[in-house]
């Protein structure tokens, strides 16, 4: 492991705590409300898998798949969104993603569960940029902010590398 890019951000160990601690404030908010989770992926998966395990037996499962990114950066629009234009009335939604950075891709999903008409949605997320959003868009839950820094593992890839890694490592601005 010690080949591995950049320094480690957030231990497994660490990770499982604030899942559990997301897990037990997203519960008291919902209380007996059934909740439909929709995770997008492949970024979430980890996080969604971890955080579903803490959430009640009533929870529904989505998994969109879209994408914004190629390598380090945002190619500044989203793809995937088309298939998901369903009927989403009377149900509370709840959009779990990897990491909130320009706002990009959970802005559309949002305005997508809009048009869809669900009754309440709401966004959590495990990491949050520092300084990089632009699209107006906010997370009820948070796991960590970070600094503007690339960061790899627990879902996160880099080109389909590093994905599997049970830790988040940050990159160096050079990597
Ligand atoms: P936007 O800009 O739409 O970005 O808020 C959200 C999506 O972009 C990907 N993303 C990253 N993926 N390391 C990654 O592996 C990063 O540092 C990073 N920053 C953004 C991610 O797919 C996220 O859902």
């Keep these: 492991m010690s080949d591995l890019p950049g320094k480690v951000l957030f231990s497994e160990d660490t990770l499982s705590e604030r ?8 519960c ?10 929709i995770g997008l992926m492949n970024g979430s998966l980890f996080f969604m898998a971890d955080l579903l395990r803490h959430l009640p037996v009533t929870t529904r499962l989505e998994c969109w798949r879209v994408s914004s990114y190629l390598g380090q950066r945002s190619t500044g629009k989203i793809q995937g969104l ?3 234009q369903g009927d989403y009335r009377g149900r509370n939604v709840l959009i779990i993603d990897d990491i909130l950075d320009t706002g990009l891709t959970l802005a559309e999903v949002k305005r997508t569960l809009q048009a869809g008409q669900a009754s309440d949605i709401e966004i959590c997320v495990l990491l949050r940029k520092l300084g990089t959003l632009i ?3 906010e997370a009820k839950w948070i796991g960590f902010e970070i600094p503007d820094q690339f960061v790899i593992g627990y879902g996160l890839d880099l080109d389909h590398q590093y994905r599997t890694l049970p830790m988040i490592r940050l990159l160096d601005k050079d990597n």
């Design 19 to 26: 899942i559990a601690e997301l897990g037990q404030s997203i």
């Design 82 to 84: 088309d298939s998901h």
């Design 135 to 137: 699209h107006p868009i």
């Design 28 to 37: 008291s908010h919902y209380g007996d409300k059934p909740i439909t989770v």
